[in-house]
């Protein structure tokens, strides 16, 4: 069998996956895609308020650790998003960025 199969893992981390690989193909900007997910979570029954906003801020680390340099390489307003994102993640986790 081949192909990508889904698995057990956090919930943001497809989103997050799905950010950083499709930006040339968003129909909305990523702060709205990010909102419709959650909605779309809510409207299933499945209650976010207690881990969202963690699972939504280590994923967006993780997946910047993953695909960190194809952003330094690709498109400046592209790779500015994602690093305030991480910054702004970071600092809500307590988590130092080296500078």
Sequence with gaps: ?????PGAGPACWDLC???AL?????PEPKEAAI???RAALEHHGI?????WQQQL??????IMA????EKALGDA????????????AAARQHIPIPR
């Design 47 to 51: 209650g976010t308020g207690s881990w």
């Design 35 to 37: 909102s419709r997910f």
């Design 17 to 19: 996956w799905y950010l």
């Design 57 to 62: 801020d280590l994923c967006m680390i993780g």
């Design 77 to 88: 307003g592209e790779l500015s998003w994602w690093e305030a994102r991480i910054a702004d």
């Design 22 to 26: 499709n930006q040339a193909r968003l």
């Design 1 to 5: 069998m081949s192909g990508a199969l």
């Design 66 to 69: 993953a695909f960190g340099w």
